[in-house]
C-alpha cells in the first residue's frame, strides 16, 4: 500500500511559553521580532495589552483584519513605529506616502500596472532569466537567496527601467543585504515612540549604504532626462519615463519620483527574490512536491510557449509558490494606528494603539489552518483555494493600499520557476539551514546554499 510523506516542516521560531523581560523583548525585536511571539498569539483571534510603547493590538481574525485594512480603513494611518524604520529608507515612496502624496504616486504608476502591461513584461522576464540560468551550466553549490535577488533585479532593471539602472548588478546584491541588516532593523528607540531627530545608533552604519541607492537613483534618472532631451520620440514608455512625464505642479514632485525609485529598486525586487528562495527550498525539502511541480513545467513548455499563459496554466507551481509566501510571507508584519479609538465585536481600540497585522502569525494561526506549519501546496490548489478566507492568507496586503505590483511579482516567478526548475534540479546540502529572519523582508540567515545539478 502506498503511503503519503509526511509533510515537510520548514524552519521557524517555536512559539514562546513565557513572556520575556522588558529587555530581552528590546534584543528579540532587534534581532528577530519573529522569536517574539507567544504560543497564545497563534491561537487567539486578538490580543490586547499595554506594551512599552504604549496599547498594543495584534489582530488575527479575519474579520478585524478586513475592518482594519478595509472597512474602516480611513481611521487607520501607517503606524508610527513602522514608519520610524522606513521612512528613512524610503521617505515619501508609494511604501510609506501618506494622504495626498500617497493618492498622487498611487494614481500616476498604476497604469504600467495593468493587465495589459503586465503582459507585456512577460517577455522581457522571461529573456533574462534566460540568460540568468546560464550560470548554473556547469553545476556546484550556489546560494540561492543571493542568486534570487541578482535575478529579479535582473527582471526589474529590464521591464520597469529598460535595463537602465545605473549601477553593477553584483555591488547592488551586496549593498541590499547591507542596507536591510543596518537599516532595516528596529530600533529600541522606535519601539520606545522616541522622536525622530534622536539618533538610532543602529542604523548610523547604514548612511554609507543609503548614499549608494540615493546615488544610483540620481545617476538613473540623469541618464533618462538626456536620452528623453536628445531623442524623445525614442525613448521607452517605461516606469521611469511614466513617473518622470508625472513630475510636475500637480503631479510627483522631484523628491517622490526618486522615492518611488528607491521604493521599487530596493523593496519592489526584494519581495519576489526572496519568496523564489523559499521556494526552491521548500521544494528541496520536499521532493514529492517537486516531482509534481517538474512534471507541470516540463508538460506545459512543450506545449505552451506563451509565457503569458504560465500562470494559469502552472496551478502546482503556482501553489508551491504560494505555500512558500504563507510560510514565508515576504512582508512579515502590517502595521496600522487608530486616528480615532473605536469599538469592534466588544474589542476597544485606543488611539494611538498599535495595530499589528502580521501575516508571519495569521499565516500560521492554529484556528485558521490545518497542519499550519508543514509545507502542503495542496492547500492552492484550484478545488481548494475557496476554503482559504481572503483575510487569513495576505502576501500582498489587502485594502487601499495593497501591494501595486502583486500580479507583476506574481506572473514573474512563475516565469523565473518555470525555467529554472525545467533545466536545473536544486538540493539541499549540509551547509542548507536556513533560519528566517525578520529585516523589513523575512530573509534566510545564513543563506540558501544548495546543490545546482542540470535536469537536461
Not at 326 to 347: C, D, K, Q, V
Request: aromatic share 10%; charged share 25%; glycine share 6%.
Amino acid at each position: 500500500m502506498d503511503t503519503k510523506p509526511a509533510p515537510f516542516v520548514p524552519p521557524a521560531p517555536k512559539p514562546r511559553t513565557q513572556p520575556p523581560s522588558t529587555l530581552e523583548m528590546m534584543r528579540i525585536v532587534y534581532r528577530n521580532p519573529l522569536e517574539l511571539w507567544g504560543e497564545h498569539t497563534y491561537n487567539e483571534p486578538w490580543i490586547s495589552v499595554t506594551g512599552i510603547g504604549g496599547p498594543l493590538v495584534i489582530a488575527n481574525d479575519p474579520g478585524l483584519i478586513r475592518h482594519v485594512l478595509i472597512d474602516n480603513a480611513k481611521n487607520y494611518k501607517m503606524a508610527t513605529v513602522r514608519q520610524l524604520i522606513l521612512r528613512p529608507i524610503l521617505r515619501d515612496g508609494l511604501l510609506t506616502a501618506e494622504g495626498e502624496v500617497w493618492k498622487r504616486s498611487r494614481k500616476a504608476m498604476a497604469p504600467m500596472f495593468t493587465p495589459r502591461h503586465i503582459f507585456g513584461f512577460a517577455e522581457p522576464m522571461l529573456k533574462r532569466t534566460l540568460e540568468f540560468v546560464a550560470r548554473y551550466k556547469a553545476g556546484g553549490t550556489s546560494d540561492i537567496a543571493h542568486d534570487m535577488t541578482l535575478l529579479t533585479y535582473d527582471i526589474l532593471a529590464e521591464t520597469l527601467f529598460s535595463g537602465e539602472i545605473a549601477g553593477e548588478p553584483g555591488s547592488f546584491a551586496k549593498e541590499i543585504d547591507r542596507l536591510f541588516e543596518t537599516m532595516g532593523r528596529v530600533d529600541p528607540l522606535d519601539l520606545l515612540r522616541a522622536p525622530e531627530w534622536l539618533p538610532r545608533f543602529t542604523r548610523i552604519r547604514g548612511r554609507k549604504t543609503m548614499a549608494y541607492f540615493r546615488d544610483i537613483v540620481a545617476n538613473t534618472v540623469k541618464l533618462r532626462e538626456e536620452r528623453l532631451k536628445r531623442d524623445p520620440d525614442r525613448v521607452p514608455q517605461d516606469f521611469l519615463t511614466l513617473l518622470l512625464k508625472a513630475e510636475g505642479p500637480d503631479g510627483l514632485t522631484r523628491a517622490e519620483v526618486e522615492d518611488n525609485i528607491i521604493t521599487f529598486i530596493g523593496a519592489g525586487h526584494e519581495t519576489t527574490a526572496r519568496a523564489l528562495g523559499w521556494t526552491i527550498y521548500c521544494l528541496a525539502e520536499a521532493p514529492w512536491e517537486r516531482d509534481k511541480v517538474e512534471r507541470e513545467i516540463d508538460a506545459v513548455l512543450a506545449s505552451e510557449p506563451d509565457p503569458t499563459k504560465w500562470l494559469d496554466a502552472m496551478p502546482l507551481t503556482r501553489a508551491a509558490f504560494e505555500e512558500a509566501l504563507r510560510l514565508y510571507p515576504p512582508a512579515p508584519s502590517i502595521n496600522r494606528e487608530p486616528i480615532e479609538p473605536e469599538t469592534w465585536n466588544g474589542l476597544y481600540i485606543p488611539k494611538y494603539a498599535a495595530v499589528l497585522v502580521m501575516p508571519w502569525v495569521v499565516h500560521r494561526h492554529r484556528k485558521l489552518w490545518d497542519r499550519p506549519d508543514a509545507f502542503m501546496p495542496e492547500r492552492f490548489h484550484p478545488e481548494n483555494r475557496d476554503q482559504i478566507d481572503r483575510f487569513q492568507y495576505l502576501p500582498f496586503g489587502a485594502g487601499p493600499r495593497v501591494c501595486i505590483g502583486a500580479s507583476f511579482a506574481m506572473q514573474e516567478a512563475i516565469i523565473a520557476l518555470a525555467i529554472l526548475l525545467s533545466r536545473f534540479r536544486f538540493d539541499v546540502t549540509a551547509e542548507t539551514r536556513p533560519w528566517p529572519v525578520q529585516k523589513l523582508t523575512t530573509q534566510p540567515q545564513g543563506g540558501l546554499p544548495m546543490q545546482v545539478s542540470s535536469r537536461c
